[in-house]
């Protein structure tokens, strides 16, 4: 499980596939040391859906707690006074 906490404080947030392939464990490992880490609160954990060439990815996006992602490039609005 600590190695799952660190490869997440290493890159922020990662999906369980990208976990499961960095530290060559099983998905069904990932998954369980990253519902043991949200159950402590150490970290957050959400369920996503992703299409890669029309094909359907489920993974679970997991996330250090208190860590923000950095904003997305670009024009941002301007804010109103």
């Known amino acids: 499980m600590t190695e799952t906490l ?4 290493k ?3 990662r999906l369980d596939l990208e976990i499961a392939k960095e ?3 099983p998905l ?6 990253l519902t043991a ?3 402590a609160r150490e970290a957050i954990i959400c ?3 992703q299409f890669e060439n029309g094909r359907q990815i ?3 996006q997991g996330r250090i ?4 992602p950095p904003p997305a490039p670009g024009r941002k609005p301007k804010a109103k006074s």
């Open 23 to 25: 530290l060559r464990v």
């Open 11 to 13: 890159h922020g947030q």
């Open 28 to 33: 069904a490992t990932v998954r369980q040391h």
């Open 58 to 60: 489920e993974a679970w």
């Open 37 to 39: 880490l949200a159950d």
């Open 6 to 9: 660190q490869c997440l404080k």
């Open 47 to 49: 369920k996503t859906i």
């Open 65 to 68: 707690s208190g860590f923000v």
